[in-house]
């Protein structure tokens, strides 16, 4: 087995479930000028698929969490868009203007004050903001200090992209802003807010609190898990990275050659391809270990027909967790249950 097998795309939908047809119809897409398969992703602004406006620029864009996080950490402008809204704005390059392409529509009606003690948990907060804000657009204040040098950069845009997509899942946000991070974060600050804004402060007690709303939807409550879903939205190259080391380290620390369940990553094909030419023999240790990539959709194979029946999936990812019966837990709890096959009691 070579590294380069890493590349290599498993099917993981069975053709009755329309697999092949949404393929032939990506081939078809990419005749008419989409981008080549390889770049097909929801997190499109990676570096290596390169889909970054400059901020101000006018798009139109439809994937909750590219809308969420284009808005709010490129700076870009763009409305949520239904899937038939956007293939004509593609057709006549207009997009209607309104919304959060508005100078008005861009302001924020609620102040989220972080207080955690620590670093929050990402995609909880984003999961909390969401359900508390709904379609409003929120400012947070107290989560700048995690940033180096007040700076995203594409070794910690993770935790925008966990946080954000979050808060489109169990909401509708399309725009957030963080005060001293993002572009009008920190160019108006809290000069984005409403007269009459509302405040949600989010402390420790506030995170412990959302987090046992995390409901069981396995029906085997007390089964154990069959497989990892990490990636949702896709892997960053940092991101396929850590979880390399971090799995691999920990069957290596102990003495197991193999997970003990199957771990599907999902990231965009060129951000594997980056990563097989940069780190080889970690894609080996990956792939020996039982760590498959792939660039589909984790959520949307959650939801075909029997998935909840035949798979007790565990994941990182707050997005996922809104919409599916895959079960949420912290990275390192998370790393625990792959190296185990169990959760913790």
Same mark, same amino acid.
């Given at each position: 087995m070579t590294t380069t097998d890493f590349i290599r795309v498993p099917i993981l939908i069975p053709y009755s479930h329309g697999f092949n047809s949404a393929r032939q119809r990506s081939c078809s897409a990419a005749r008419l000028g989409a981008p080549e398969l390889n770049k097909r992703s929801c997190a499109c602004y990676v570096k290596e698929v390169g889909n970054a406006p400059e901020p101000g620029t006018m798009v139109a864009w439809a994937e909750s969490s590219a809308v969420n996080y284009g808005n709010s950490v490129l700076g870009i402008r763009t409305n949520r868009n239904g899937a038939g809204i956007d293939l004509i704005c593609a057709l006549t390059a207009k997009a209607p203007y309104f919304g959060l392409m508005t100078d008005e529509g861009r302001q924020a009606k609620w102040l989220i004050d972080v207080k955690t003690s620590k670093t929050p948990d990402w995609g909880v907060l984003g999961t909390a903001v969401g359900r508390k804000v709904v379609e409003d657009v929120p400012l947070y204040t107290g989560i700048d200090k995690y940033f180096e040098g007040g700076e995203v950069t594409e070794d910690n845009l993770?935790?925008? *992209?966990?946080?954000?997509? %979050?808060?489109?899942? /169990?909401?509708?946000?399309?725009?957030?802003?963080?005060?001293?991070?993002?572009?009008? #974060? *920190?160019?108006?600050?809290?000069?984005?807010? !409403?007269?009459?804004?509302?405040?949600? !402060?989010? &402390?420790?007690?506030?995170?412990?609190?959302?987090?046992?709303?995390?409901? @069981? $939807?396995?029906?085997?409550? &007390?089964?154990?898990?069959?497989?990892?879903?990490?990636?949702?939205?896709? @892997?960053?190259?940092?991101?396929? $990275?850590?979880?390399?080391?971090?799995?691999?380290? %920990?069957?290596?620390?102990?003495?197991?050659?193999?997970?003990?369940?199957? !771990?599907?990553?999902?990231?965009?094909?060129?951000?594997?391809?980056?990563?097989?030419?940069?780190?080889?023999?970690?894609?080996?240790?990956?792939?020996?270990?039982?760590?498959?990539?792939?660039?589909?959709?984790?959520?949307?194979? %959650?939801?075909?027909?029997?998935?909840? &029946?035949?798979?007790? #999936?565990?994941?990182?990812?707050?997005?996922?967790? @809104?919409? /599916? /019966?895959?079960?949420?837990?912290?990275?390192?709890?998370? !790393? &625990?249950?792959?190296?185990?096959?169990?959760?913790? %009691?």
């Open positions: 993770h935790l925008l *992209k966990a946080m954000g997509s %979050a808060s489109a899942a /169990s909401g509708s946000v399309g725009l957030y802003h963080v005060e001293n991070l993002t572009p009008e #974060g *920190k160019s108006k600050g809290r000069k984005l807010l !409403v007269k009459d804004f509302q405040t949600y !402060v989010y &402390d420790d007690a506030e995170e412990q609190k959302i987090i046992k709303t995390f409901g @069981n $939807l396995w029906p085997e409550k &007390d089964g154990d898990p069959t497989a990892a879903f990490i990636g949702c939205p896709h @892997n960053t190259f940092y991101e396929t $990275l850590k979880w390399g080391k971090l799995i691999t380290e %920990a069957l290596e620390k102990a003495g197991k050659e193999k997970t003990a369940i199957p !771990v599907y990553m999902f990231c965009a094909n060129v951000v594997k391809i980056a990563f097989v030419e940069q780190h080889g023999e970690l894609a080996g240790k990956m792939l020996k270990a039982g760590m498959v990539s792939t660039p589909m959709c984790g959520v949307t194979w %959650a939801g075909t027909k029997g998935f909840s &029946d035949r798979v007790r #999936g565990v994941t990182n990812s707050a997005k996922t967790r @809104n919409y /599916s /019966s895959i079960r949420y837990f912290p990275d390192q709890t998370l !790393v &625990d249950i792959i190296v185990t096959g169990k959760v913790p %009691a």
